[in-house]
C-alpha cells in the first residue's frame, strides 16, 4: 500500500512522536510510507526520519491554516492509497479537498486526546461533525478519548480504539549516563515531567507541591511552549528557581527519565500520554493527576493524586521516596504497565485498519 501520513509539523509532542516511531516500522513492513507536514521547519524529529529514509513532503513555513495548503492536497491525495491525518488543520484541510476531487483514496484520522480547544466553541460540534463524516475511518488513543468523542459529535461514525505505543526496548536498555554529563544535579532526589509547555500540561501544579518539600528535592522540567515563560515566573514568585530546571527540548529523554528519582505528569487531561508511557517504562515510580486519559493508564500501577492538588502531589512523593519497598513495588508495577504499549501492537492494528479500507476499495 502507499500511505502518506499528514501532521502540522514535527516539533515536540506526541503525535509527532508517533510519527518518528511508527513510520520506519510500516516501512520495514513493506509498505511505501511518506509523511507530509504543513509547516516544514527542520527539527530534529525530522532530521531523524529523514536518517530513517522516510520521505518528507513540506508545504513551507506558512501557516498550518493557510487556505493554499487544500489546494496542494488535492493534488497529492489520488498519488496514496490511505492518507491519515493527525491534528485540526490537516483533519480540516485532508477532508476539503477529498470532497473536491474524485479518488478511491481512503481517508483515516486519528484523536489524540481526550479534549480540545474546538469542542468549548459553541456551534463547532456540527462543522466537526461534517468533517468526521468525510473520513472512512476514525481512531482514538484510548476507550477514554473514543467515549468523549462519540459524546461530542452526538453521532454514530466509523471510529474506533488503537492504543498509542512506545519502543520499549529504548527504555529497557541498561545503562545511563550519569546525571553530570546530563546537567543534572548529583546529590539531590529529582522529580521530572517531560511534556511541551502547554495549558493542559499543567506543569505549575507540580511546582507548586515542590514548594511543599524540602529543600533536597528538585523539580526538572523538560519541554517547550508557549506557557514556558509563566512557569518561570510561578518559580521566582516561589523562591524555587534554584531548584526548578528547565531544560528545554532535549533529545536524550530515556536517560534523563532512568536518572531521575520520580517521574510526574500532572495534566488537565490527555488522550493516552506517550510520555506517560514512556516514563512509566523506565522502572521508576510514576504519579500522574486522577484525570481522564491518565487515569485508565496509570490506575492500578502508579499513583493518582486529585487533579490540581499540589498537597496531595507533594505528599505521594514523600511517601514513595520514604519508603525504599513501597518505591520499588511501585516501579516494578509501572514498568510492567508500560509493557502493554508496545509500539508494535500499534503499527499492527494501524496496517489492518489499512488494508482493510484498502481491499474493501478495490
Known amino acids: 500500500m502507499k500511505i502518506l501520513h499528514v501532521i502540522t509539523s514535527l516539533h515536540i509532542g506526541g503525535a509527532e512522536k508517533l510519527m518518528l516511531d511508527m513510520l520506519p516500522l510500516m516501512k520495514r513492513a513493506g509498505h511505501q510510507v511518506e509523511l507530509l507536514v ?10 531523524q526520519l529523514l536518517e530513517k529514509n522516510v520521505i518528507i513532503h513540506a508545504f513551507g513555513k506558512k501557516s498550518v491554516y493557510h487556505p493554499f495548503h487544500i489546494w496542494k492536497l488535492r493534488k497529492i491525495i489520488k498519488e496514496f ?24 483514496t481512503k481517508l483515516v ?58 519502543n520499549l526496548n529504548v527504555y529497557h536498555q541498561e ?13 539531590k532526589t529529582l522529580c521530572i515531567q517531560v511534556a511541551g509547555f502547554r495549558l493542559e ?26 506557557r514556558r515563560s509563566l512557569c518561570e515566573t510561578l518559580a521566582q514568585e516561589l523562591n524555587l528557581l534554584g531548584r526548578v530546571h528547565f531544560l528545554g527540548v532535549r533529545m536524550d529523554v530515556p536517560d534523563l527519565l532512568k536518572s531521575s528519582d520520580v517521574i510526574v505528569m500532572s495534566s488537565h487531561y490527555e488522550g ?17 493527576s486522577d484525570v481522564p486519559g491518565l487515569r485508565e493508564v496509570v ?45 508494535q501492537k500499534t503499527v499492527d492494528a494501524y496496517l489492518s485498519i489499512y488494508h482493510e479500507l ?4 478495490q
Open 201 to 226: 500540561k499543567d506543569q505549575d501544579t507540580l511546582i507548586r507541591a515542590l514548594a511543599l518539600l524540602p529543600d533536597d528535592y528538585h523539580v526538572v522540567l523538560v519541554g517547550d511552549g508557549e
Open 81 to 104: 492509497d490511505i492518507i491519515h491525518t493527525h491534528n485540526t488543520s490537516p483533519q480540516f484541510f485532508a477532508a476539503l479537498a477529498k470532497m473536491c476531487i474524485k479518488s478511491q
Open 109 to 166: 484520522t486519528t484523536e489524540h486526546s481526550t479534549n480540545n480547544r474546538r469542542r468549548g466553541i459553541p456551534g463547532f460540534r456540527y462543522l466537526d461533525r461534517w468533517m468526521y463524516e468525510q473520513y472512512d475511518r476514525i481512531i482514538a488513543i484510548s476507550d477514554k478519548a473514543r467515549e468523549c468523542m462519540h459524546n461530542y459529535i452526538e453521532c454514530d461514525l466509523p471510529l474506533e480504539t488503537v492504543e498509542n505505543g512506545i
Open 358 to 361: 484498502y481491499t474493501n476499495g
Open 272 to 288: 493516552l500520554s506517550l510520555s506517560s508511557l514512556e516514563g512509566m517504562s523506565v522502572n521508576k515510580p510514576f504519579i500522574a
Open 299 to 343: 490506575y492500578g500501577a502508579g499513583l493518582l493524586f486529585a487533579h490540581e492538588d499540589s498537597q496531595e502531589l507533594a505528599d505521594l512523593i514523600t511517601k514513595v521516596c520514604s519508603d525504599r519497598d513501597y518505591y520499588k513495588q511501585i516501579s516494578s508495577r509501572c514498568k510492567e504497565r508500560a509493557k502493554c504499549f508496545d509500539i
Open 175 to 187: 545503562g545511563v549516563r550519569h546525571r553530570e554529563q546530563l546537567g543534572l544535579p548529583i546529590d
Open 38 to 47: 504543513f509547516n516544514g521547519s527542520v527539527t530534529p524529529f525530522y532530521e
